[in-house]
């Protein structure tokens, strides 16, 4: 799934799809139903270029200037258009694949509606072997995963087998992630984690909360109308 970007590269000119309650991790799809006009652009743009695009979630205090350039967190997730699909009114549907993190450097006078920012591509890492406290932790995620999922309807058919996934500490945590309904800001510091085993840490934390906390819908926060983003996660 993920074609690397080397760490440290800088991207001149990064379209940027701001989100409320959406991420994009590496070794991830998120599937996203675009329909405002600017974003509509956007997708037009990147399919006919390189395809890179980076979806970031929009900061608290959005809400009143979301039709102007409301604030983003400062890291977001690159990302490249696989799939789309054109629709009769304008709308797409596509299916973006997470390739790194990215820091949004600075924002990028453009002539198009949508936003661009000067963008680096962050280096992330990885424990260099596997150790015994380590491996512990992971196989409590895991378990504390399955829970959660159990507690959520519609997830558990779905995401289950993802709490099998092997890999490095850092993407088990971005596949595990990507399938749970977090809390924003869980979502947002589990992105600035570059460390695999910070990482493990932060997304335990979050999962616990999931577990003890009144059971939530799946995709809670995420079904969002036309005044709350250009776009929506696709079901």
């Not at 997708?43 to 395809?51: L, Q």
């Not at 959660?148 to 289950?160: E, F, K, Q």
């Not at 990507?178 to 460390?195: S, T, V, W």
């Amino acid at each position: 799934m993920n074609r690397p970007v080397p760490p440290g590269q800088l991207i001149e000119r990064l379209p940027v799809f701001p989100l409320p309650h959406t991420v994009l991790y590496p070794n991830t799809l998120l599937p996203l139903h675009v329909f405002e006009p600017r974003y509509r652009d956007m997708v037009r743009d990147c399919t006919s270029g390189d395809r890179l695009l980076a979806v970031v979630q929009l900061a608290p205090g959005w809400e009143d200037r979301y039709h102007g350039s409301p604030p983003v967190h400062a890291v977001a997730g690159l990302g490249r258009i696989e799939k789309e699909v054109p629709l009769s009114d304008g709308r797409w549907n596509v299916l973006i694949c997470g390739l790194a993190r990215v820091r949004l450097d600075e924002e990028i006078p453009s002539d198009r509606a949508y936003r661009t920012f000067r963008a680096t591509v962050l280096a992330e890492t990885e424990p260099e072997a596997a150790d015994a406290p380590l491996e512990r932790d992971l196989a409590a995620l895991r378990q504390l995963y399955l829970q959660a999922v159990a507690r959520i309807p519609g997830l558990a058919v779905h995401a289950a087998p993802r709490a099998a996934v092997a890999g490095p500490a850092g993407e088990v945590c971005d596949r595990l992630a990507a399938a749970l309904p977090l809390a924003a800001a869980d979502k947002q510091r589990l992105m600035e984690a570059l460390e695999g085993r910070e990482r493990v840490r932060v997304l335990t934390e979050a999962v616990s909360r999931l577990v003890e906390d009144e059971p939530p819908l799946a995709g809670d926060g995420d079904d969002l109308d036309g005044d709350g983003g250009g776009g929506e996660p696709a079901h």
